[in-house]
């Protein structure tokens, strides 16, 4: 049976420390296999740090600036995914930069479970990490020092973000016995920016909708 199915996004509270120069790519990410101009590719290796404790209290659903794929949620998300039985993700606490402590009652979604086919393209721009063809952009992006004029390159494509009426389109049958929340592996953002989105069910969209959590921004999936 098919369901509903929603990306998933939230408000953006502060930056990914350490900020400087991007300094977060370096302590969060295994870099290893990752392109650094495009940024496809990243892993995960250890916690967000964060400068402060966000504040939104009344927002259980949180994210950082320049992290479009990841989501925080509160400590009464994680109970009761847990109670629900959600599948497919795992909690880990992001920590403050400045002691490496826990934030308190803040988790982040750990979501591995994957989903690498199925995605349809047609309507989507994408963009290939390569050298610009287009000249007075490259002079720009070369004037301002940029990893997009300097390369290396790796030939790999992202997708841009769809934006208003447009969505993500997928095929059903790729959702058969998915676990509740899932992971695209297909790379959405722009020049430097390479996000895999987060997919819930229509599940776990209940169950938002029944607790009246604040934060979440879902856009749904059409299925075809
Ligand atoms: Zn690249």
Same mark, same amino acid.
């Given at each position: 049976?098919?369901?509903?199915?929603?990306?998933?996004?939230?408000?953006? #509270?502060?930056?990914?420390? !350490?900020?400087?120069?991007?300094?977060?790519?370096?302590?969060?990410? *295994?870099?290893?296999?990752?392109?650094?101009?495009?940024?496809?590719?990243?892993?995960?290796? *250890?916690?967000?740090?964060?400068?402060?404790?966000?504040?939104?209290?009344?927002?259980?659903?949180?994210?950082?600036?320049?992290?479009?794929?990841?989501?925080?949620?509160?400590?009464?998300?994680?109970?009761?995914?847990?109670?629900?039985?959600?599948?497919?993700?795992? =909690?880990?606490?992001?920590?403050?930069?400045?002691?490496?402590?826990?934030?308190?009652?803040?988790?982040?979604?750990?979501?591995?479970?994957?989903?690498?086919?199925?995605?349809?393209?047609?309507?989507?721009? +994408?963009?290939?990490?390569?050298?610009?063809?287009?000249?007075?952009? #490259?002079?720009?992006?070369?004037?301002?020092? +940029?990893?997009?004029?300097?390369? !290396?390159?790796?030939?790999?494509?992202? =997708?841009?973000? !769809?934006?208003?009426?447009?969505?993500?389109?997928?095929?059903?049958?790729?959702?058969?016995?998915?676990?509740?929340?899932?992971?695209?592996?297909?790379?959405?953002?722009?020049?430097?920016?390479?996000?895999? !989105?987060?997919?819930?069910?229509?599940?776990?969209?209940?169950?938002?909708?029944?607790?009246?959590?604040?934060?979440? =921004?879902?856009?749904?999936?059409?299925?075809?």
């Amino acid at each position: 049976m098919t369901t509903n199915w929603y990306h998933i996004t939230t408000g953006q #509270f502060g930056y990914p420390q !350490p900020e400087n120069d991007f300094g977060y790519i370096n302590k969060t990410y *295994d870099s290893s296999n990752a392109c650094l101009t495009c940024n496809i590719g990243l892993r995960q290796k *250890d916690e967000f740090r964060f400068r402060s404790e966000p504040k939104a209290q009344h927002s259980q659903f949180l994210g950082l600036n320049w992290v479009f794929d990841q989501v925080f949620v509160r400590q009464s998300v994680k109970d009761v995914f847990e109670q629900e039985g959600i599948t497919g993700i795992e =909690f880990s606490q992001p920590v403050i930069n400045k002691t490496g402590l826990p934030i308190g009652g803040l988790y982040q979604l750990r979501v591995d479970s994957l989903l690498s086919n199925g995605l349809l393209t047609d309507n989507l721009k +994408s963009e290939v990490c390569e050298r610009p063809k287009d000249k007075s952009m #490259f002079k720009f992006l070369q004037a301002n020092k +940029s990893k997009l004029a300097e390369g !290396p390159f790796c030939g790999q494509t992202k =997708f841009n973000f !769809p934006q208003v009426d447009n969505c993500i389109k997928l095929k059903g049958e790729a959702l058969d016995n998915k676990t509740d929340i899932v992971r695209l592996d297909y790379y959405f953002g722009s020049g430097g920016s390479a996000n895999r !989105p987060i997919i819930i069910s229509d599940r776990v969209k209940q169950i938002i909708d029944r607790e009246k959590w604040r934060g979440a =921004f879902l856009q749904q999936i059409e299925l075809v």
